[in-house]
């Protein structure tokens, strides 16, 4: 592995993408950053680590954002005082990521990491899919939840995510131009995932040359 690395993660919810990516970083010996980003999210920024929390992951139909990011991208950082509260938080998270992956190689899960990340030679995106009968299993067994129950919170949480990913990037959410590599977790297995997230990572540095 390069001296830096950084494999963000996207999942379908029930394709094992947070095991996945803790997997993962256990065997690059670097951490992983799920829930963890909010925390380090709400250091940097100062704001409450609470608010972080409440907007995980979740949409905004605010048409203001267009105008927010445009006002962002040129460095006019001072209307990120006048911000609604779900911006704010949003553009921590997006600064936090950048910071990160600036420092040290790491796994991170979700939360529009890789469009962050996306003009950065390090980084390696990963999007986890699997069948909605192999998700419904898994969500059964970890939430003790019936068929219809899973498969209600698998959909739920899919759309969630969907929303904020494509809300708040300029891509869309599970579809295969948006990641470097997509892998089914059904087919494949956790580990047999792993391994090819590692093989990609191998076959990207050798084709591209240690001096990115």
Known sequence: M???T????????????????MKLAEKLGIKCYDKELLEL??????LCEELFASQDEKPTN????SLVMDTYSLGYTNSYVDMPINHKVFLAQFDAIKKLAE???CVI???CADYALEDNPYAVSVFIKASLDERVQRIKRIYELNDS??????QKTDKRRASYYNYYS??????AKSYNLCIDSGLVGIDGAIDMILKFIELKEKNMGKDI
């Open 2 to 4: 390069d001296e830096r």
């Open 6 to 21: 950084v494999i963000t993660i996207g999942r379908e919810f029930g394709s094992g993408g947070h095991e996945i990516g």
């Open 41 to 46: 999210a709400a250091k940097e920024s100062g």
């Open 62 to 65: 605010s048409f203001l954002y």
């Open 103 to 105: 420092r040290e190689s």
């Open 109 to 111: 899960v979700g939360r």
């Open 149 to 154: 129950k899973a498969a209600d919170l698998i």
């Open 170 to 175: 300029s891509k869309k959410w599970g579809e």
